[in-house]
Nanobody, 116 residues
């Protein structure tokens, strides 16, 4: 079973930057796609960005031009660089791994707060 460990997040002022990282406990060759989702309590979890085994990325419209997702296969890690953060980006961010078996694995979540 793949386990995901997230790091990064925290408090930043509007316009600032944060970086999130997610490391998988097993080789990424069993993972088809990795990505980040976010969720405010009481609301549905929404896609932020994903990257598949071929390096193809997908971004939510509200982060295009501000966030960049990348994948380091040697380190079994996916990174999310978040620039020009806005107060509405405040959320709990969850790492996701979609295996080739179509099983979804989730991280424990990390809080991102954008506030002055």
């Amino acid at each position: 079973q793949v386990q995901l460990v997230e790091s990064g997040g925290g408090l930043v002022q509007p316009g600032g930057s944060l970086s999130l990282s997610c490391t998988a406990s097993r080789t990424v060759f069993s993972i088809w796609r990795m990505g980040w989702y976010r969720q405010v309590p009481g609301k549905q979890r929404e896609l932020v960005a994903t990257i598949n085994a071929g390096g193809i990325t997908n971004y939510a419209d509200f982060v295009k031009g501000r966030f960049t997702i990348s994948r380091d296969n040697a380190e079994n890690t996916v990174h999310l660089q978040m620039n020009n953060l806005k107060p509405e980006d405040t959320d709990v961010y969850y790492c996701n791994a979609r295996l080739y078996s179509s099983i979804d694995v989730w991280g424990q979540g990390t809080q991102v707060t954008v506030s002055s």
